[in-house]
C-alpha cells in the first residue's frame, strides 16, 4: 500500500467493521496517485476468506483473484481497441451479480475509468445502484468525475485521492527509485506531482522530452528565435504528453511570477505576465483534448509557441 493511501485504506477498514460500507464507491482523483492499486487492495479484502487487515493473498479466494479466475470478482474496463465501457458490459455484469455468489460472502465489480461509460452504459449501471443485489459492492474508479453522470456520481461513496504532498513524494521516489535527487525531482515536475506518473518516467526515456519542452521554451524567450523548427521539433512528441507539459511549465511559471521568484530553467530577461501566463496555459489544456480530435495539431502548437515568444518582445 502506497503511504499516501493509508489514511483512505483506514476509512475502508473502519467502514467494513462497522457495517457501514456502502454497497457503491468511487474512487476519484488525479492520474497517477494509486487510484486503481487501492481499489484493488479493497476487492481483494471483500472477496478474502480470512479476517484480516488486508487480503491474506493466500486462501482459495485471494488466488483465484490473482489469476484472474474468481468468479465473484469482476473487472470492468474498456475492451481492446475500444476507449469507452459499452452498454452490453455493463448488462453482462448486472445479470452475472443477480446469479448467487460462488466463493465469497459478496461479490464486487471494479469499474474502471468511470469516466470512460458512455450514456447507455451508465444509464444501465444506475438500476444496480438504486436497488443493488444482495451482498455487491460496487467501486467506480475515475480520473475525471465531471464525465460521471450526477446520478451516479450521487449514489457513491465518495473516496478523494488527492496527490501526496511534494515532501512525501520525493521521500518515496527517493526509496524506491535509486536515482540522483536532481532526477527525481524533474520527474516528479514532469508528472505534475503525480508519483506513480513520475516513477514510471524514471523508468523510461520520455524524461528527456520533459527537458526537451522546457529548453525550446526557454530558446524562444531567450534569445531571437523562430517558431518554425520549434514547433517541428516538439511536434514529433505524443500530443498528450506534450500538451499536458507546456501545461505545467507554464502552470511553473505562473506559481513563480505569483511569489516573485525566478525559474531556473527560464532566461531571467523576460518579464512574464501572469494573466498572459494564465491564458497560455488555459489554452494548453484546451489543444491537450483537442488532440485527440481531427483538429490539425500542428497549427494549435504553432500558434500556441508564437502567444509564449511574444513575451519576449
Known amino acids: 500500500m502506497y503511504p499516501w493511501l493509508l489514511e483512505h485504506w483506514a476509512f475502508f477498514i473502519r467502514r467494513l467493521e462497522q457495517d457501514r460500507l456502502a454497497h457503491a464507491l468511487m474512487v476519484m482523483g488525479p492520474a497517477g496517485t494509486g487510484k486503481l492499486a487501492l481499489a484493488n487492495a479493497m476487492v481483494a479484502k471483500l472477496l478474502c476468506n480470512k479476517d484480516l487487515e488486508y487480503a491474506c493473498g493466500q486462501c482459495r479466494s485471494c488466488q483465484l483473484l490473482a489469476g484472474g479466475a474468481h468468479p465473484d470478482g469482476f473487472d470492468i474496463q474498456p475492451e481492446e481497441g475500444s476507449e469507452v465501457i459499452k452498454v452490453d458490459q455493463v448488462r453482462a455484469l448486472i445479470a452475472t451479480l443477480n446469479l448467487t455468489t460462488s ?3 459478496r461479490k464486487t465489480a471494479c469499474i474502471h ?3 470512460n461509460m458512455n450514456l447507455s452504459s ?3 449501471l444506475l438500476k444496480s445502484l438504486e436497488e443493488p443485489v444482495g451482498d455487491t459492492v460496487l467501486i467506480l474508479v475515475c480520473n475525471d468525475p465531471a464525465r460521471v453522470p450526477v446520478t451516479i456520481r450521487s449514489r457513491c461513496q465518495t473516496i478523494m485521492v488527492n496527490q501526496p504532498e511534494r515532501e512525501a513524494a ?3 521516489l527517493g526509496e524506491t527509485a535509486d536515482m540522483p535527487l536532481e532526477k527525481v525531482h524533474l520527474a516528479l515536475e514532469a508528472a505534475g506531482g503525480s508519483p506513480l506518473r513520475a516513477m514510471h518516467y524514471l523508468e523510461s526515456p520520455e524524461l528527456n522530452a ?3 519542452v522546457r529548453d525550446a521554451l526557454a530558446s524562444l524567450l531567450g534569445r531571437p528565435a523562430s517558431v518554425s523548427p520549434v ?3 516538439l511536434g514529433a512528441l505524443k ?7 507546456l501545461s505545467i511549465c507554464t502552470a511553473e511559471a505562473i506559481r513563480c511570477v505569483m511569489a516573485g521568484g525566478s525559474i531556473n530553467w527560464l532566461p531571467p530577461k523576460p518579464v512574464l505576465q501572469a494573466t498572459h501566463l494564465l491564458e497560455l496555459q488555459t489554452q494548453a489544456d484546451i489543444n491537450r483534448k483537442l488532440s485527440t480530435t481531427p483538429v490539425r495539431g500542428d ?3 504553432h500558434d500556441w509557441l508564437i502567444r509564449w515568444a511574444e513575451q519576449a518582445v
Open 231 to 233: 514547433s517541428n521539433g
Open 239 to 245: 500530443p498528450d504528453d506534450l500538451w499536458r507539459w
Open 170 to 172: 520525493m521521500a518515496w
Open 122 to 124: 451508465a444509464n444501465a
Open 210 to 212: 520533459f527537458g526537451q
Open 299 to 301: 497549427l494549435l502548437l
Open 113 to 115: 475509468p468511470a469516466e
Open 103 to 105: 466463493i465469497s460472502t
